[in-house]
Every structure is written in C-alpha cells, then in structure tokens.
C-alpha cells in the first residue's frame, strides 16, 4: 500500500470516527453530588455543602447522648451560645421537653430551621432518632473521635463533662463536621436487624463450641479423636449421658443404646461402630493432666 492510500484509508477512518461521535448523545451527567435525605437534608462528602446547609436562620443544637439523661446546647450558624446548655431525660416526656424547648428557642433568636447533631452513642441514640423521625425534624451525626479530639480546642483541657461535649458537638455541626445518617425503615430496618442477630448467634456458637471443645480434649480425647471428627447430634448425645471416659468400662451399651433411640432418635448403626472405637482407646483409662473426673 502506497503512502497516499495510507493517509487516505486513515483519513476515511478518522472522519467516520467523528460522524459516530457526533450521532451519539452526550453521556448524562449529574451536576449534583449529594441525595436528598430525611428532613430534606443531603448526604454528601462535600464540605461546603454541608457547610451550606448551615444557614442563617438555622438553629443548631449539639446533644451530648447518655444512657438516662441527655444535654442539649443550642447555638447560631456561627456557633455562638444561645442558651446555657439543658438536660433532658430518655423518655417520651423528656423529648417533649426538647421539642419545647427547641421551639422556644426558635421563637426567641427569629429562627426558621432546626439542625440537631449527636454522636451515635451505643444504643441510646436510637429511641430520639425515632422521635426526631416522627417529628420530621432533620438529625446528622458526628464522630466520637473528632469529638474527643476537639474537646482540648474550647478550654485547652481534655476534661469531659455532658454540658462541654453538647457544646463541642454543636460547634462541630456549625463547622460542617458531620455527616447525614441513612434511616432505614421498613423491610430494610428488619433486614438489618435481622443480619446483626444472625452475627451474634453465630459468634455465639462458635464460643459455645470452642468450649465444648477444650472439655472434650481435657477429659475425653477419644470421643473426638477416634469416633467422630467433629461435634453432631450423637456426640451432643454421648455427651448428655455419659461424658466420662471412665463410665465407659461397665457400661451396658444395649441399654445405652435403647435409651439412645427412645430418647434422642439416634441411628443405632453409627453409635454402635462409635462406642466400639471409643473403648478402644479407652482401655486403662486414668485421670488427664492431674484433673480427677468425678469432680468436674
């Protein structure tokens, strides 16, 4: 192929790419970076628009979570003080008492909005997210670190009391330093409710397990070494009636065996073939690691 045919098939090529282009539409963009949230808030990992959220006639109110009686500071956009920070109980007529308090505080410095910040604080967080859910009044959280490390700004003292850590939680919502909670409901709420029971029922057993384990390795290692590989219903079972090694001697396996099947439904074939390789490593049975078994 000549240079000529070349820069032609390249040019033909190029033309064609453009007119492709061209006939295409444009890929959507979205010019925002946030969604819009409980209360009409956005949730957003951009500062200025939290920052922007914080508006003039915004009240904000910093609350310092504990397990039976909370403190509440209120203060402007700016984070100047509006009020000598108040308690308020865990109760339904405690948030009452909020919602008062917080409506009172918005007539008297000509408010029109209301922003509450807290740190989520174990569980007892949950019970006023609902409240403040049912009120449609709009909630964000801050992080409990930046909240320990920010204590040292107001006063240069790292001391911690409920009335400094409402007001170092407020100035930090002023600040912008918060992000918006996703509130699940519904079908979601028990999902995850659900997920999280499943996790600790299952490091639960595990525990429940690993116990059972050491025991059986202590005190009857041929149980696990020989029969059975693992722990099932016929070890539970064994277990359950005769956990010694050392009951194993005169034991009378038919008796065993029927009381086995009347009361637990286990096959007789595999208890059989277990209690015979469990007396064969049985035989001459003596007390392990200086522990006598008749007094576990």
């Known amino acids: 192929m ?3 045919s070349f820069c032609s098939a390249g040019a033909f090529l190029w033309d064609f790419f453009l007119a492709y282009l061209q006939k295409k539409s444009p890929p959507l963009r979205c010019s925002c970076t946030h969604t819009t949230h409980q209360g009409g808030l956005t949730m957003n990992h951009n500062i200025n628009e939290r920052l922007d ?7 904000v109110i910093g609350i310092d ?3 039976r009686k909370h403190f509440a500071y209120a203060a402007d956009h700016r984070g100047r003080e509006l009020g000598k920070a108040f308690p308020f109980h865990q109760s339904a007529h405690g948030f009452d008492q909020l919602y008062d308090q917080m409506e009172q505080l918005k007539q008297t410095h000509q408010k029109s909005n209301i922003l509450i910040g807290f740190e989520p604080t174990g569980h007892y967080w949950m019970n006023l997210a609902q409240f403040l859910l049912q009120q449609d009044i709009p909630f964000v959280m801050v ?8 204590k040292e700004f107001e006063d240069n003292l790292q001391t911690k009391n409920d ?4 007001r170092v939680i407020a100035r930090m919502v002023t600040q ?5 909670p996703r509130s699940l409901v519904g079908v979601e709420a028990e999902l995850r409710n659900g997920a999280a029971h499943r996790d600790r029922l299952k490091k639960e057993g595990a525990r429940l397990k690993n116990q059972i384990i050491r025991w059986i390795d202590l005190y009857f290692p041929e149980l696990l070494g020989s029969a059975y590989k693992e722990i099932g219903k016929t070890v539970i079972c064994i277990l359950k009636y005769h956990p010694l090694p050392e009951q194993w001697h005169h034991l009378d396996i038919e008796a065993f065996l029927s009381k086995l099947k009347e009361k637990e439904a286990s096959r007789r074939s595999s208890i059989s073939f277990s209690i015979h390789w469990i007396n064969r490593g049985n035989d001459g049975c003596e007390p392990r690691n200086g522990v006598d078994h008749r007094s576990v």
């Open 163 to 166: 009335k400094k850590d409402a």
């Open 65 to 67: 979570i504990a397990k």
């Open 176 to 180: 912008g330093y918060f992000h918006s």
């Open 2 to 4: 000549s240079s000529d």
């Open 143 to 150: 992080s409990p670190l930046h909240v320990n490390r920010a």
């Open 53 to 59: 959220q914080v508006q003039e006639d915004t009240l």
